[in-house]
Nanobody
Framework: QVKLVESGGGTVQAGGSLRLSCTAS???????MGWFRQAPGKEREFLAA????????YYGDSVRGRCTISGDKAKSTVYFEMNNLESEDTAVYYC?????????????????WGQGIQVTVSS
């Protein structure tokens, strides 16, 4: 089992930046970590994935160019940063752990989920 603890989030002003952290713990194994988000009435959306072995980075189409994912292996922590936030970025953001995924999208197949953290962009 892998436990994921997210931090960050909250209310961000439009045009501002977001920084989320996720720390993994437990006896389970996951070769990759990443982030999804879901807004009410919308499909769950892949944001970013980070592969621990080599440091691969993959981004979802909707946020590519605005975000950066990074990892600190010693801390078992991944970070997600996104800038130029808009109202449409308001959603619950989920940290995930699993394996890299290359099917209908290039990213991560989640085996473990964090509790989710609300991000609200104010105009």
């Amino acid at each position: 089992q892998v436990k994921l603890v997210e931090s960050g989030g909250g209310t961000v002003q439009a045009g501002g930046s977001l920084r989320l952290s996720c720390t993994a713990s437990g006896s389970g194994f996951a070769s990759a970590m990443g982030w999804f988000r879901q807004a009410p009435g919308k499909e769950r959306e892949f944001l970013a994935a980070f592969g621990w072995t080599v440091g691969n980075k993959y981004y979802g189409d909707s946020v590519r160019g605005r975000c950066t994912i990074s990892g600190d292996k010693a801390k078992s922590t991944v970070y997600f940063e996104m800038n130029n936030l808009e109202s449409e970025d308001t959603a619950v953001y989920y940290c995930v752990a699993g394996v890299l995924y290359y099917e209908d999208y290039v990213g991560i197949r989640p085996d473990y989920w964090g509790q989710g953290i609300q991000v609200t962009v104010s105009s």
